[in-house]
């Protein structure tokens, strides 16, 4: 992606608004014979602006990472991970993560990273511990760059104070792979096995993945390449990005959508279509990453 690949939206500010939902009433499950049994209720107990975010022009935004989650809750701490734009840095890394906290007063934001640059958000992951995970992929260069390699991390930060210390976590990784600020990553956590698991793309070829067992110990790592077409007369790999990921008892699920240059000429000239092709989704399973090695 080039800054040709900008954002439409060019106000001067957006405002970004989380809506916060609870659930008051628990689903109950009914049956292919049209049971009596309620569904569920859901109501709107609060809407707050978390944050103000200028845009930065690097083509991300606060809610690049779809696909992962930038909200957690551990008891009554809700926190939330946002993005801020450099504005005397350019394009592309000029953001930096931020954490904000619920509170009595409203959202405040505990912290922000001081000395690490970025181009897209940080998503939030919670193991039944006690522990949140953010994580980031801050740029390895020097200010003034336009793009070049970066160093992916789990931030782990203990839920009740989060103010306080974090640990830094750097993912094992198969060879010596060449990440950039171009991530598009997939950060999926088993809460109650205390595990995780993060995908990070590299080019047009594949993603690498790395997975942390409930030990502490980066126990396997590999390759997800990306599907191999030759239709309309362009043989390539389709890359595959945005996509969702659940993590349960070591068994992976990964569905994410195709995300190249339009190859059909015709089509493309139809829709005046010269961006990005995401009409295909594509899936992938393990039934178990004890096999993986």
């Known amino acids: ?47 707050d602006t978390v944050y103000e975010y200028e845009p930065a022009d690097n083509g991300a935004g606060p809610m690049w990472c779809h696909g992962n989650t930038c909200i957690v809750r551990f008891g009554d701490h809700v926190v939330v991970s946002g993005l801020e734009t450099l504005g005397d840095l350019e394009p592309l890394h000029n953001t930096r993560w931020m954490l904000f906290e619920r509170t009595d007063k409203g959202w405040e934001m505990l912290l922000k990273d001081e000395k690490g640059r970025t181009r897209e958000p940080s998503p939030l992951g919670l193991i039944n511990d006690g522990k949140i995970l953010l994580s980031v992929n801050p740029t390895l260069t020097e200010p003034g760059s336009y793009d070049g390699p ?22 094992d990784w198969e060879g010596n792979p060449e990440f950039t600020e171009h991530s598009y990553r997939s950060f999926a956590v088993d809460g ?10 590299i080019g047009y070829s594949h993603a690498e993945w790395s997975f942390l ?14 599907p191999w077409e030759d239709d309309y007369g362009v043989p390539r790999a389709v890359r595959v990005c945005y996509p969702v990921v659940q993590l349960k008892d070591r068994e992976v699920h990964f569905l994410g959508v195709s995300d190249i240059i339009e190859p059909n000429n015709t089509w493309k000239d139809y ?12 899936p992938s399973t393990t039934p178990s990453l004890k096999m993986e090695r």
Do not use: H
């Open 1 to 47: 992606m080039n800054l040709s690949e900008r954002s439409l939206d060019k106000m001067n500010k957006i405002r970004f608004i989380l809506p916060l939902v609870f659930i008051l009433s628990a689903m109950l499950l009914w049956s292919c014979n049209n049971s009596d049994e309620p569904g569920f209720g859901v109501k709107v107990e609060a809407e």
């Open 150 to 171: 970066a160093e992916p991390q789990i931030l782990q930060f203990d839920a009740k104070d989060i103010s306080a210390t974090y640990d830094t976590l750097k993912p």
């Open 192 to 201: 109650p096995a205390n595990e995780l698991i993060l995908f990070q793309n």
């Open 213 to 226: 067992d409930g030990d502490g110990n980066w126990r396997s790592q590999g390759k997800l390449t990306w």
């Open 271 to 282: 829709t005046k279509n010269f961006f990005r092709m995401k009409n295909r989704a594509m």
